[in-house]
Structure formats: C-alpha cells, structure tokens
C-alpha cells in the first residue's frame, strides 16, 4: 500500500459536501476535518428511515474507498490514513463506541468538534484543501428530485482544469491559449417543425454540463477561466418555450466566471487577445464521424489551431474522476435494478418491446433517466444472436415463446452519463441444460476476464483470454473437437464471438480514446472489432461484455473452411443453430490493483432461476450477490 491518496480523499469530501446540503436538516455534518454523523438520538427525529437510506449509499461508496480511508464506522465516517480496514456488512451496528474496527488512529466526534490525527495533515491544511476547492457550497447541481443523483458542478470545473494543466504540458500549446467548444444545436424531425428532444454533445458536456442547446463555452488554459457563451433568445420564446433568462442565471448555473451572449463571442474573444484558440476538429475511431468544430462570425480574425484540442480532451475522457465514477455507479445501479424489473414481469407471451418499455419506465421513472445511452436491444428466441438487433428494421417485435432465451443489452443515461449492461435469462425462468451449458461458458470467461484486470494489463489480451475460454468450454460442451491452441490459431474464437471483448464507456456508449496515436487496431478476426487495443489505466471505465453466438452465416462460413470445419463436431452443432446467444455485459472501472464492479444483477444459473422464480410473486428488490462481490 502506496502513500495515502489525499488528494482524492479530499475530492471526495467534496462530492460529500454536495449532499450534505439536503441532509444538514438531518444529520450529516461536514466539519473542518471531516464528516461528522451527529450521534444524539434524540434528534434524529423521526427520519430514521431517510437517514439509514443515506448510510446505505455511502456504504456502497464506501467499498471503493475501503482500499483508502474512508470507512463508515459505528458513530458515523472516520478515516483511516493508511492500511486497508475489514469490512464488516453485517456486522455494522450503530453504538457508542468509535469505530471498533478501527486499528490507528482515525478521526471522530467529540462534542460535535473534530480531532485528527492524519500524519502530515495539519488541520490548517486540512481547511486549505477543502474550502479552498472552487464551486462547493451553495453551488447548483444537477438534481432532478427524489432519489435522483446529484451532480455537483465540481465535477466540470474539475474537468476543465485537467484539460487545462494537460494543454499546458504540450510544448504545441502557445501561452495565452484557449479552448472555444461548440455545443450541440437543437433539431427537428425532417423538414418539419417537430422537435426532437435535445441531448448535449459529448465534449461539450464534459466539459461546461450544460444541458441547454446553441451554447458555446471557452476554458482560457493559463488561468483555467471559463467563459459560457448562451444564445440570445426572441421575444416569442417567453411565450411559446417559458422565461428568458439573461447570461448572468447562467454564469450562477454552471458555477462559470462568465457569461454572455452567443453574438458577443467575437468581441469578448477579441478583448482576451488569444494567442490562438484551440478548436475541436478529430475523427471518432468508432463512427468514422468528425466533430464539429466550432465556428462563428468573426472567427477568421483568430489565429485557429484544431488539431492540437482532440487528442488531448478525448484523453481526459478516458481516465474517469471520482466524481464522474460518482455518477457511472448510479447509471449502473438504477440500470441494474430496471434490468433486474424486466426479469421479474417477463412472461411468455410478451412482446419484447413490453420490456423495452418496462426497462426505460423504471428508468426514467426511478432514475430521471429521459434517454438510453443507446437503442434497447431486446431479443429473445434466435434473435438473441442478432448482435444490434432492436434497430427499425427489427424493432424488438416478436413475440416472446416458451424456451427462448432472452438477451436483453439496455443502458439508461443520467445527464450524459451512460451505462451498457447485458442480461441473458431463459423467458420461463429455467435453463434447459444447453442453455445453462453455453451461458455458464460464457460466465466462465466474463469472470476469468474480471479476475485478470488490473492496470497495465492489454485489452487485447483479455479478449484473447476470453476466446480461450470458449473455446475449451466449447470443446467440453461436445460442439468443438481437437487442440484448443490450434483452434487459437485459426481464430475460431471469432466465429462464436465476432465482437470485442468489450469497450470505453462513458458519457458515450462507446467512449472516445479507444485508439490514440501509436495504439493500432489488430487485423485479425474478433480483435479488429475492438473498440480499444489499449493497455488498462487505473480510472478507465470499461464494459466486459463475452458472448457466445450460433449465428447462422459464420457458421456457414466456417463449416466451408476446412481449417475451421476441422474443429466442429456437425451433429452436435446441429442442435445449437437455433439456439441464440448468450452475452453477459458487465460495466467496471479499473482501480490500482484491480477492478470494481459497477454493475449488479442475478448473474449465475442459480441466481437467475431462483430471483425470477420469486419476481413474479413478490417486489422485493434484490441485493447484491455473492457471485458479484470482488
Ligand atoms: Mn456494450
């Protein structure tokens, strides 16, 4: 165990700090020091509920932090300098006593005052790092009421100055540089007036959180100022769209040092007498597609450089704050328990799109999730081999039959953070025994992969190991015959999994950085269809998504092949081709020494197969399993 990591501890108060705000009423209470949970019952009121609610949440944070110094003892939080904790769930009981599992010397209450005893930590120190973080109390967040999450604007002002202390390491970077970002444009449907619901382009939200269209926004990379630029609108927008609001609302709403008018870029730039603004102009290694690079009148009076923006703001994508985890782990906890709701109203009989439906019910419902982070896929019977099905084309419309596996991949989205989660379940609640052979295959490699990541370790090299499992488990089934490395070598991994292991997630589906200059794309089956080839660094957040598919024509394709058809074992395979496919996606962000599960859902055979057995009798939610703890 390293050095402690202040700094993010003290980011973490931060975020904290947020929160705090709603339940100061209550009981939870920042002091200079530390957070303090005030012991007296007797003013606890009648909130209990509410209260252990809380607790609930923070424990779960707690188990990222559990490595670190924040521990959730018995007489509120205390923090422990070094050396991990034991963990107890169960055995968390509110008393008297401080922290009982405590080894060193941690902070506590003492009549509400706080003492520490962090080594090197002075407590004027201690006051410097918390209060002196910009943008903490009594600044707006994104909140969208009830058990939604709230988002501090910290979390963009912290981004903006990571972009900013990375421009400023470039040696192409001028002094007097600034970053100028357009955001996204209202559209309509066709050549109508219809609107079509409006979400923030990806850069630009990362970077200002600004969920209003026709924005520009400018981060000045010496001093890190920020500048908000809002677009001027008519007189008729009172009357048909609701309050016009002058730059200065929003300047106090996204917590920026200015703001002004979209007309007014060129002459607040102009004052500012940039050296060269730094526009965003790079192509999208998953689309193909180029930014759009922003533009205004009077911007041929700039010096303009897009070339240098990209690569470096698409690396800050990559590596996750504390805070942007924050809000990785609520995506996947409300997808997660949507998921976990389709699983107990599915029926035979259904439509699929009946748990489409239900999916972004519960999501927007319980999560304020207006958008999926994508199109719901929802396949069930052989479409569950049909990777992208859910499209127009096959809009998750077939009815829903007795022994079909359904292969549900459904993600909901809080402003602009997304999620990307897999369930595979037989539709009548009961493996047929193929069923649970192929789908524990593909536990098997999903968990192998899991048990693997760490930082340094090559994504390539974990899609490689999970093709190995398939193939032996593959092989163990009866479908493959023969020498598992020579089956390696003639990449027949790719013709039961023609897709990459997995992907960057973030506030896109498929997070950008996946190929930065110097990582190439491997030419080979499977491998080309990685979505990164990229080596694993603490706080990238990833998906781990294997699957195992009987899709018609690779097989075909790979039966005419005699260096492949050699491997296959023809009668077998005959009772598989109509079968589907399973895929297990889980979403998990890499930590120093290894991975943390984002996701929680039923994931073994017996798991499934007794939630789904009790989902239709009884709404009890459903807590972690075993099999999902790391
Ligand atoms: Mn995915």
């Known amino acids: 165990m390293g050095a402690p990591d202040y700094d993010r501890f003290f980011r973490y108060l ?7 705000v709603i339940f100061r009423q209550e009981r939870v209470i920042l002091g200079s020091d530390g957070i303090c949970v005030n012991r007296k019952k007797q003013q606890w009121g009648t909130d209990y509920d509410r209260f252990f609610r809380y607790l609930v949440i923070l424990k779960e944070e707690q188990v990222i932090f559990r490595q670190e110094r924040v521990i959730l003892g018995s007489d509120g939080i205390c923090v422990i300098p070094s050396q991990p904790i034991p963990f107890q769930p169960k055995g968390w009981r ?17 009549k509400c005052r706080w003492k520490t005893s962090l080594p090197g930590i002075t407590a004027e120190l201690h006051m410097k790092c918390i209060f002196e973080q910009p943008l903490i109390e009594g600044r707006p967040s994104y909140w969208l009421g009830n058990e939604t999450l709230k988002v501090p604007v910290a979390l963009f002002a912290l981004n903006r100055r990571r972009l900013c202390e990375r421009l400023r390491q470039n040696k192409d970077v001028q002094k007097n540089s600034i970053v100028l970002l357009q955001g996204g444009e209202e559209t309509q449907r066709y050549c109508t007036d219809t609107g079509i619901v409006f979400r923030q382009e990806s850069y630009f939200h990362w970077t200002f959180g600004v969920t209003e269209a026709g924005c520009f926004g400018a981060v000045d990379v010496d001093t890190g100022r920020s500048i908000l630029f809002v677009p001027q609108l008519p007189e008729s927008y009172a009357v048909w769209m609701g309050k016009i609001h002058p730059p200065e609302f929003f300047k106090n709403k996204y917590a920026v040092d200015e703001a002004h008018y979209v007309t007014e870029i060129s002459s607040v730039l102009a004052l500012k007498k940039p050296a060269v603004l730094l526009t965003l102009r790079g192509v999208n290694t998953d689309s193909g597609n180029v930014t759009k690079e922003a533009s205004f009148e009077g911007i041929s009076q700039f010096n303009v450089n897009n070339k240098i923006l990209h690569p470096e703001i698409a690396e800050c994508r990559v590596i996750k704050t504390d805070m942007e985890l924050e809000v990785l782990r609520y995506t996947n906890k409300i997808s997660s328990e949507a998921h976990k709701e389709v699983m107990k109203a599915v029926k035979v009989g259904m439509k699929e799109y009946e748990m489409e439906s239900l999916f972004q019910h519960y999501c927007y419902t319980r999560g304020g999730m207006r958008h999926t982070s994508y199109t719901c896929i929802c396949g069930s019977g052989e479409n569950s081999s049909v990777l992208h099905y859910g499209h127009a084309g096959a809009p998750n419309d077939k009815t829903i039959e007795d022994g079909d596996l359904c292969l549900f991949d459904m993600g909901g989205e809080y402003y602009c953070y997304g999620s990307d989660i897999t369930c595979t379940f037989p539709a009548n609640g009961k493996f047929t025994a ?7 295959a593909v536990l098997k490699s999903s968990r192998a992969v899991m048990k693997a990541i760490k930082p340094g370790v090559s994504w390539p090299d974990m899609h490689r190991l999970a093709d190995r ?16 490395d020579d089956m390696v070598k003639v990449h027949l991994g790719a013709v039961f999994m023609p897709h990459g292991l997995g992907h960057l997630l973030g506030i896109d589906v498929h997070d950008v950085g996946g190929y930065p200059e110097g990582v190439e794309r491997i030419e080979e089956p499977g491998l080309r269809s990685l979505r990164t080839a990229r080596r694993l660094q603490r706080g990238m957040v990833l998906t ?16 005419s092949d005699p260096a492949q058809a050699c491997f296959i074992d023809r009668s077998v395979l005959q009772r598989f081709r109509a079968f589907g496919g399973v895929r297990i996606e889980d979403d998990i962000a890499v930590t120093a020494t290894g991975m943390e599960l984002l996701t929680c859902v039923p994931r073994t055979v017996e798991e499934i197969e007794a939630f789904m057995a009790q989902g239709h009798s009884t709404a009890k939610s459903f807590g972690c399993l075993s099999s999902q703890k790391q």
């Open 94 to 110: 509110w008393s008297s006593t401080p922290c009982p599992k405590a080894t060193v010397k941690h902070l506590h209450t003492s």
């Open 434 to 440: 193929d069923q649970r052979a192929v789908y524990e």
């Open 544 to 559: 781990i998504e294997p699957g195992i598919y009987f899709i018609e024509p690779l097989l075909e394709q790979a039966l």
């Open 469 to 484: 499992v398939h193939l032996e488990e593959l092989t163990r089934i009866g479908i493959l015959k023969g020498n598992v």
């Open 14 to 20: 931060v975020i904290l700090k947020e929160e705090q």
